[in-house]
Nanobody
Framework: QVQLVEAGGGLVQAGGSLRLSCLASGRTFSSSKMGWFRQAPGKEREFVAAIIWSTATTYYADSVKGRFTISRDNAKNMVYLQMNSLEPEDTAVYYC?????????????????WGQGTQVTVSS
């Protein structure tokens, strides 16, 4: 089992920045990929970014490429999502996710473990 706890959400003005963090505990050695997803009211959960734990290879949704950066700290079992140039369209609940497989990094159905989510609100 892997437990994930997100932090760092909040209210920010358009153009501002936030950094989300995700602390992984439990059987973290078994996590091969970690990702961030988001879900806005009335919309489906969508992929934001992912990182392969062993190689630090990163993947991004087109909508956030160049603005968001995912990174990990092996020693602290932490994953971060640095969000810059935030837009009102980025408003959503952001979820951290982990899985033991290294493929399917953009598919929510291929992540076995999820955090409780953290709200990000971007005002115009």
């Amino acid at each position: 089992q892997v437990q994930l706890v997100e932090a760092g959400g909040g209210l920010v003005q358009a153009g501002g920045s936030l950094r989300l963090s995700c602390l992984a505990s439990g059987r973290t050695f078994s996590s091969s990929k970690m990702g961030w997803f988001r879900q806005a009211p009335g919309k489906e959960r969508e992929f934001v970014a992912a990182i392969i734990w062993s190689t630090a290879t990163t993947y991004y949704a087109d909508s956030v490429k160049g603005r968001f950066t995912i990174s990990r700290d092996n020693a602290k079992n932490m994953v971060y999502l640095q969000m810059n140039s935030l837009e009102p369209e980025d408003t959503a609940v952001y979820y951290c996710a982990a899985d033991t497989t290294g493929y399917g990094w953009k598919l929510a159905s291929l992540y076995a473990y999820w955090g409780q989510g953290t709200q990000v609100t971007v005002s115009s």
